[in-house]
């Protein structure tokens, strides 16, 4: 009987507690249903959600678990049978696994300097035919044809075309010169063409290896293959230095001199020349004096291949003309300011009033 009263009791209690939890939570639904306005089907739906969020959770960190385990008896595996199934016993491990193959190392680094090579000179062909393309010189035609019974060589200049105006008047006055290296003693060149980019100069001169004549020069046999006939195409200037417009070089090893060549070569930039460089121009200019007017005439025609002094690669030069004597400046003048270029052209004169017994005393400066 006091076991049934407890059990009673014990039942009474857990009803009690299950009625209250379920008022609780009706009250809780409801305050929520008011406040949001959700049905009662909506906190099922929120339910089994949040349930399949918790599941997916829990599914995931297992699965993370499982498969760091499973990766780490892989590695242990893998070491295991490398090692020839003893971890720890490395003085049995067999050279041959850990050492490379040394011949296969050598044939490897022969490939890749090999590889190496090559795209080098590929990517040299690409940055001179970059620089033809951009630079635009204009090309050459030429024939070539070799004697082996007279052992000369006749080298023909028949033409140029698209020649670069190197002139005010944007036009040149072309010619060529040839010659060969590594010598370069003797050279030969053609008439001058005026005023033209398209020059025709249909001209041949002789290379021989004896009785050397007007227009030719020595070359033996058994030496022409290691030499380099040189084009160099050149703009003539009466006033200054010649402006040389660019230059072909055919190796005479790399050709066949059995047969008679004929073809065109692009025009490849002329060579860097350092003096060129360090060079700051050169002016033309004319001086005429009159004794009996005791009157001294200066011109300034024009200058050439100045320095570049601004930013842009150009200057905006003129000249300053200053007449001393006895180390004093007597008098000064100047021409007008040329806007960017380094090949002003004035041909602007000035007169100067100078006694015919101080002009011996007279030092012009520029």
Known sequence: ????????????????VGDKARSLTDIAKKQVMEKT???EWGFVIFGILCLA??????FVCIRKLFGKKRHGDKNKKGLKGFFGGKGADLVTIDKSKLQPDLEALEENMEQNEKEQAEQKEENDGRQENFILLQVKLGRIQYKLDYDFQQNQLAVSVIQAEDLPGMDMSGTSDPYVKLYLLPEKKKKVETKVHRKTLNPVFNETFIFKASG????????PFNEI????????IYDFDRFSKHDQIGQVLI????????QVIEEWKDIAPPPDDKEAEK???DICFS????????????VILEAKNLKKMDVGGLSDPYVKIVLMQGGKRLKKKKTSIKKCTLNPYYNESFSFEVPFEQIQDIVGAK
């Open 1 to 16: 009987m006091p076991t049934t009263t407890k059990e009673s009791m014990k039942d009474a209690v857990v009803n009690f």
């Open 37 to 39: 306005g959700m049905p």
């Open 53 to 58: 969020i918790v599941l997916c959770c829990a």
């Open 212 to 219: 050397a004549q007007e227009r030719c020069q020595l070359v």
């Open 225 to 232: 293959t290691n030499k380099t006939l040189v084009f160099a």
């Open 251 to 258: 190796p005479l090893g790399k050709i066949d001199l059995g």
């Open 279 to 281: 060079s700051l121009g």
């Open 287 to 298: 001086l005429r004096y009159v004794p009996t007017a005791g009157k001294l005439t200066v």
